[in-house]
């Protein structure tokens, strides 16, 4: 298990190297917008994403837009982000039932996001830490790697990673805990050729080459 002084050194140099604003990589202007883009988001960059959005979110507005577009016009429009067919499945579905069981709006509690299409719990937590600022844990590819370099899972499970790391980390660092590990993903650690040599939490990683 790791310990609570380990979890505290490497906080505080996450805290350090990229500060504690919260984040989002995903553009957008309201619940909907970070709830469509993340479902887009899937094995897809956020950057790539974020230029496909520019205009969809000018062709298709609002939840009604979605809830009533052509299914093969959307499906185009995003082509560019991959299994575009299935997101394009996922985006209309979802956008009909916030429509009629939610009134047009996100909900913010787990179950109700994880009961529409396309949404699982990592989206939901998304929604839920960058929108409602409620304390949610992330698990993404990054960390889910990075999480078990430095101790705080054995896991391989996504829900069970969350579950080790609500239980690792104090609760006002469990949305900073992606950021700051998104970041630190793409820049110092990514999955080849992490840059141990570079990295301020070598000394705390069990994995670093050193």
């Avoid at 052509?70 to 985006?91: C, M, S, T, W």
């Avoid at 913010?108 to 830490?129: F, M, Y």
């Avoid at 609760?171 to 570079?198: M, S, V, Y």
Wanted: overall charge positive; aromatic content about 6%.
């Amino acid at each position: 298990m790791i310990s609570k002084n380990k979890i505290k050194q490497i906080l505080e140099r996450l805290d350090k190297a990229y500060g504690t604003d919260y984040i989002c990589y995903l553009n957008h202007k309201n619940a909907w917008e970070l709830l469509a883009a993340t479902i887009m988001s899937a094995q897809c960059t956020d950057a790539r994403v974020n230029i496909v959005t520019k205009d969809l979110f000018v062709r298709y507005p609002t939840i009604e837009a979605f809830a009533n577009a052509d299914p093969d016009e959307l499906e185009q429009a995003i082509k560019p982000v991959g299994f575009y067919h299935n997101k394009a499945r996922n985006l209309i579905g979802c956008a009909r039932k916030l429509s009629e069981d939610f009134g047009g709006v996100v909900p913010e509690d787990i179950e109700s996001l994880t009961s529409l299409p396309g949404v699982g719990r990592k989206t939901a937590n998304v929604i839920r830490g960058n929108i409602y600022n409620i304390p949610s844990i992330v698990v993404d590819t990054h960390v889910a790697r990075i999480s078990a370099k430095l101790g705080l899972t054995d896991n391989t499970d996504p829900v069970k990673i969350e579950k080790d790391l609500e239980k690792a980390l104090p609760k006002d660092h469990w949305i900073l805990w992606n950021i700051h590990i998104i970041t630190h993903g793409r820049g110092i650690c990514p999955a080849r050729n992490p840059k141990c040599h570079e990295c301020f939490l070598q000394d705390l990683c069990k994995s670093a080459v050193k």
